[in-house]
């Protein structure tokens, strides 16, 4: 296998024309249960912590106190390919089905109320819903393609207004999120395709207005390292365990992190990068024994999910990512995804090896360390809230359902 050199070692912070490049702390001085703040010379609170050597953790409710899917025969309730939910606030849920092409709301009790949208290109009619934010007075911004646009409604269901971007997204947007003021933060990936596995994708986090319309570009990042073999040269797809980057934007906040270093860059409202979470974590290396793991899960779930008839040797693109000309990172990546709470807390998912499963990464808005959260059996969490985790799972039969459980911290007591 070929090992490619990761560049955690090293943060670089584009803001617009502007590169501000944080300063190193040595993870020794920095005391296991007492986070570490300074403040550069550019004025960004920079807080590191050691969460591995703390036993903090969060937990979770032994049942969901809100479902809403489990039963068949009301069309209502069925759900067929979710991808956007929110928590309102009187405690009724909004949901958004892309086969169904519909906005539900739900009462906190989980009782039908009401639904808005449809299939169709007319105003407040969705070509293909992927996402939703609950913004002030609960009024909802649901995404939707081609191209990128925001389908407004209020809560009662009425259609207000369509938000189309300017420059237009053809394809939807890769991260990001709307903030309170109705900005909505876009991830764009650069078009220009390289295919040479060391050169990283571009991506541009956007800002644009309520209205649309480019404020400017608030960073750049590093994507994954595309490539093809000579096996299948019109297949591109990234290293084994190589890292991507990821944005989240919800109330005030702006969270985004490498995936390759152990940190989160956050900024406010205003678009102004203010604070850097940090954390302590000993570079994971990658090993042949890690490699060799994650083919042969590869090939188990392959395998179930063909029902026994899997031949990789007639599939070329399946046989190039089992293949040894595949790079492989030399580390596995600090970080899968970035999530900001509703509460404004930011919740980091950790990138597992083969056969692992890891949980979460929870960090006040201020920096400091939280709390550990394991993985809830089945859960695609969608939202996080002060007191609340709010998701979607699937049975033994494969019918998905809207679940919501109890989030305790470790300075609150049930």
């Not at 068949?72 to 909004?94: H, I, K, P, Q």
């Not at 925001?150 to 999120?177: A, K």
């Not at 985790?389 to 699937?394: H, T």
Request: net charge negative; hydrophobic share 35%; with cysteine.
């Amino acid at each position: 296998m070929t090992l490619l050199t990761g560049t955690r070692r090293k943060w670089q912070y584009f803001l617009v024309a502007a590169v501000v490049v944080a300063p190193g702390l040595n993870p020794t001085e920095v005391e296991a249960h007492a986070p570490q703040s300074v403040v550069d010379s550019a004025g960004i609170s920079i807080v590191t912590s050691d969460p591995f050597g703390s036993d903090r953790g969060c937990t979770v409710g032994d049942e969901p106190f809100f479902t809403v899917g489990d039963a068949l025969g009301d069309e209502r309730y069925e759900f067929y390919t979710l991808r956007g939910m929110a928590r309102l606030s009187d405690g009724s849920v909004a949901i958004i089905d892309r086969r169904d092409k519909r906005v539900r709301i739900f009462s906190e009790a989980g009782e039908f109320l009401r639904s808005m949208g449809g299939e169709g290109e007319g105003p407040g009619e969705f070509r293909n819903p992927l996402s939703m934010w609950a913004l002030p007075g609960d009024t909802l911004w649901v995404g939707d393609y081609r191209p990128q646009r925001f389908h407004v409604f209020s809560p009662d269901g009425e259609f207000i207004r369509v938000v189309t971007l300017d420059p237009f997204y053809l394809n939807p947007s890769r991260g990001g999120g709307v903030l309170l003021n109705g900005t909505s933060i876009n991830l764009r990936e650069d078009l220009e395709k390289e295919t040479d596995f060391g050169t990283p994708q571009t991506l541009f986090v956007e800002a644009h207005g309520p209205d649309g319309v480019l404020s400017g570009t608030l960073l750049t990042l590093s994507g994954r390292r595309m490539g093809s073999v000579e096996s299948a040269p019109h297949f591109r797809f990234a290293p084994l365990f190589d890292a991507g980057s990821d944005v989240d934007a919800d109330g005030t906040t702006i969270a985004v992190t490498s995936g390759r270093d152990p940190g989160v860059r956050v900024l406010d409202e205003q678009l102004r990068l203010h604070r850097i979470i940090r954390w302590i974590e000993e570079d994971r290396e990658v090993t042949r024994a890690d490699v060799r793991a994650w083919r042969e899960e590869y090939v188990r779930q392959q395998r179930e999910r063909d029902l026994g008839d899997f031949a990789e040797t007639l599939r070329p693109q399946t046989a190039a990512l089992l293949s040894d000309e595949r790079p492989v990172a030399d580390v596995f990546p600090a970080a899968s995804s970035v999530t900001v709470g509703r509460d404004g807390r930011i919740w980091v998912r950790r990138y597992p090896r083969p056969r692992e499963t890891t949980g979460w990464l929870a960090f006040e808005p201020e920096g400091d360390f939280l709390c550990h959260l394991d993985p809830v059996q089945g859960l695609q969490v969608y939202e996080f809230g002060s007191d609340y985790i709010l998701g979607s799972r699937r049975d033994a039969l494969d019918i998905e359902s809207v679940v919501m459980y109890e989030l305790i911290s470790p300075n609150q007591s049930r």
